[in-house]
Nanobody, 123 residues
């Protein structure tokens, strides 16, 4: 069993930055692919970024490429999403997720989810 807890969300002006954290416990470690997804009101959950079992493998949605950076510190059992140059369209609930397998960007492939943290970007 894997437990995930997000933190770091909040309200920020457009152009600002936030860093989300995802503390994980249980069996999640470098053997797991971990990712970030987001869901805006009335929209489907969408892929944001993921880091494979080898921390050198990352994948980003085109909409956040160059602005967001995913990282993981296995010693602290924490994954991060550094979000820079935020835009109002980045407003959503952000979820971290984990799966005991290789890289994928499809939400249904992730077995474990956090409760989500709200990010609101004002214009």
């Amino acid at each position: 069993q894997v437990q995930l807890v997000e933190s770091g969300g909040g309200l920020v002006q457009a152009g600002g930055s936030l860093r989300l954290s995802c503390a994980y416990s249980g069996r999640a470690d470098s053997r797991y692919t971990m990712g970030w997804f987001r869901q805006a009101p009335g929209k489907e959950r969408e892929f944001v970024a993921a880091m494979g079992r080898s921390d050198t493998i990352t994948n980003y949605a085109d909409s956040v490429k160059g602005r967001f950076t995913i990282s993981r510190d296995n010693a602290k059992n924490t994954m991060y999403l550094q979000m820079n140059s935020l835009k109002p369209e980045d407003t959503a609930v952000y979820y971290c997720a984990a799966r005991p397998g290789g890289m994928t960007i499809t939400a249904i492939s992730y077995a474990y989810w956090g409760q989500g943290t709200q990010v609101t970007v004002s214009s």
